[in-house]
């Protein structure tokens, strides 16, 4: 009994809150299936949290690594021989995956920030069918305005609750989005650390200028005059 008077109540609701409603379940489902892919997608908790010493051994025993960190291991050193080539493979990743989730964030910051504008959208139409109930008077004049009311201010509520949570869901993809990138910055330096002492072009020569000052010749050889 209880079940069917909440649904009642729902259903009484959606109904008070005019077509604005509508826009706002879509842009609800639209939001939140954004957010639950962001998130499963940068669930990187047990790969970011990893030390300096467990990545070390996976570079030195690829097969002990977990299955994504060893496919990165595998990607970027494999048939590497020098510091670019590893280097070039580790930009190429970053630039691939974290601008995909550069791109899904950003897209959710912008619905996020549709839900309380549609929510206005609701307010406003609301209030301007109030105010024409209020000009054209009569007896039905009251169940009118309440209708306005009640419009107005059910769009805005739902428009808020669609918004505080997804803002809550886009920080959380946010700060993933950067402990991800923290850690493959770090795997990165690990790597070209370790693999430095076996391939070409880990060490860089610093050429110095050769001096052009006179050299004064050693006693008993002939000096040389330059015309």
Do not use: C
Not at 17 to 37: C, E, F, H, K, P
Not at 114 to 138: D, N, R, Y
Not at 191 to 220: F, Q, S
């Amino acid at each position: 009994m209880k079940l069917s008077t909440a649904w009642q109540q729902m259903l009484h609701t959606w109904e008070s809150g005019g077509w604005v409603m509508i826009a706002l379940v879509v842009l609800g489902v639209v939001l939140y299936s954004t957010a639950a892919y962001l998130l499963i997608t940068l669930h990187h908790r047990g790969i970011t949290k990893a030390s300096d010493a467990d990545l070390k051994r996976w570079l030195d025993h690829p097969q002990e690594a977990p299955p994504k960190i060893r496919e990165l291991i595998r990607y970027t050193t494999e048939d590497a021989d020098s510091i670019a080539g590893i280097a070039g493979r580790f930009k190429e990743l970053e630039a691939t995956q974290v601008t995909d989730f550069d791109r899904g964030i950003a897209f959710l910051n912008v619905l996020v920030i549709s839900a309380p504008l549609f929510g206005l959208l609701g307010t406003v139409l609301g209030m301007l069918l109030t105010f024409k109930a209020i000009g054209v008077g009569g007896g039905s004049a009251s169940d009118v305005i309440a209708k306005g009311i009640s419009e107005a201010l059910v769009a805005t509520q739902t428009g808020m609750m669609v918004a505080i949570p997804g803002l809550m869901f886009a920080t959380t993809a946010k700060r993933w989005r950067n402990e991800f990138v923290a850690f493959f910055a770090r795997l990165e330096s690990i790597a070209l650390r370790h693999y430095r002492p076996a391939l070409h072009g880990m060490t860089r020569i610093i050429k110095r200028p050769a001096d052009k000052r006179p050299v004064a010749p050693a006693p008993g050889q002939p000096q040389t005059v330059l015309s």
